[in-house]
């Protein structure tokens, strides 16, 4: 079996990782993978660095040609975004390849052309409970629910020590954290509500927010308006920000709108206890006491959730091990792929889904 990985994100976020560990999966197990991205950006740098074959084009126009023109040399193309499984459909007739489309995104979908590329597809896999619903209730068949996996790497501690030295955060204090862009979805003006809340609790704290977006200036005006300039710092972009999980205290989300939350499966391997809405997909990571879950907007919900992981040694100790366990059991890479081996072997009956030149010795990514 040949597999092509589809992501013409210019970005790097979770999709990206995803897809990123997707591929390591697939060649774990085995199978001939390759990754068709756009030209110049993270996701081809990082592929190419972990050994992949990558074809990229500077717009979906090269894309669609490749796929038209090359894409019967494979048997399955994952699309991991909706804007390049287009194209995919768009080449279908062509390629004649199986199309595997993951939605990671709990946005409603709209309009015919949507419902009808969606019926086009022949397998959609949900990363959520709440994604399978709502592509369901849209008029989609053929959904299956597989969430993402989580991959531990070395965290570089020192390094996070220095980032708390260089922007004056005293020693001794706790530190809570997010990794979320600063737009709505994300709902950061109900977090700088529940700092306010927790600050007029205690004052032994700073809140780190790692993340960009078109609400920045409304979110440092709340602030400043709050007098939480000392307490709630922007911090904004950071590669490798998963270093910071090591001084970490508490992780919080306050999102209003979450796929899934691949941030929070991040604070659950690495031992941070969370607190959380349950918005979307969130409610499946938060459920079972693996975390403090909120209700969306309820900012004192986030701030006595915040405070009770400072103040409660017991309860932190509780959260954390059945999140750490959770975690390992069911979003280790191994499990998630091996969950996506059963549905390409549903798709391509007929197909060996074996390896090509012997399996693939394991890597991390």
């Known amino acids: 079996m040949r597999i092509l990985e589809l992501n013409f994100e210019r970005s790097w976020r979770g999709g990206e990782r995803q897809t990123l560990y997707s591929m390591q999966g697939f060649k774990d197990s085995g199978i001939h993978v390759e990754l068709l991205c756009r030209k110049g950006y993270p996701m081809e740098t990082k592929a ?7 074809r990229s084009f500077s717009n979906v126009f090269g894309a669609l040609f490749y796929l038209i023109f090359k894409g019967r040399r494979y048997d399955v193309l994952h699309a991991q975004t909706s804007h390049i499984l287009t ?3 768009l080449a279908k007739p062509f390629s004649r390849a199986k199309i595997l489309f993951t939605r990671r995104v709990d946005f409603v979908p709209h309009g015919r052309m949507t419902l009808l590329k969606y019926k086009l597809t022949d397998k959609i896999v949900a990363i959520s409970h709440a994604i399978k619903n709502i592509i369901e209730k849209f008029g989609a068949a ?7 996996a989580s991959v531990s790497k070395q965290l570089n501690t020192e390094r996070a020590k220095r980032i708390l030295k260089d922007h004056h955060i005293p020693e001794g ?19 700088v509500e529940a700092i306010r809340d927790l600050a007029a609790i205690r ?23 709050y ?25 919080a989300m306050s999102s209003e709108q979450e796929g899934l939350g691949s941030s929070v499966l991040d ?14 997909g969130l409610s499946d990571l938060v459920d079972g006491g693996r975390a403090i879950a909120c209700g969306i907007g309820q900012h004192e919900m986030l701030a006595a959730g915040m405070n009770t992981l400072l103040d409660k040694p017991e309860v932190r100790e509780k959260i954390i091990k059945r999140a750490y366990d959770y975690t390992c059991t069911k979003h280790s890479l191994q499990h998630i792929t091996r969950e996506y081996m059963h549905l390409l072997q549903e798709m391509n009956r007929g197909i060996a889904v074996v390896p090509e030149e012997g399996r693939a010795a394991t890597s991390g990514v």
Do not use: W
């Open 267 to 280: 604070a659950f391997m690495y031992k941070v206890p969370v607190v959380s809405t349950d918005a979307g």
């Open 227 to 251: 007098g939480l300039n000392d307490v709630y710092r922007l911090m904004g972009f950071h590669e490798n920000v998963e270093d910071m999980f090591s001084v970490m205290d508490v992780f």
């Open 203 to 225: 004052r032994d704290f700073v809140f780190l927010h790692f993340g960009m977006g078109n609400l920045e200036e409304q979110v440092k005006e709340k602030i400043a308006a």
């Open 142 to 148: 053929n959904v299956s629910l597989i969430s993402s």
């Open 48 to 54: 190419r660095a972990h050994g992949f074959k990558v």
């Open 87 to 89: 194209y995919c459909i």
């Open 173 to 191: 204090m706790h530190i809570i954290g997010t990794t979320a862009a600063i737009v709505q979805h994300k709902d950061p003006l109900t977090m």
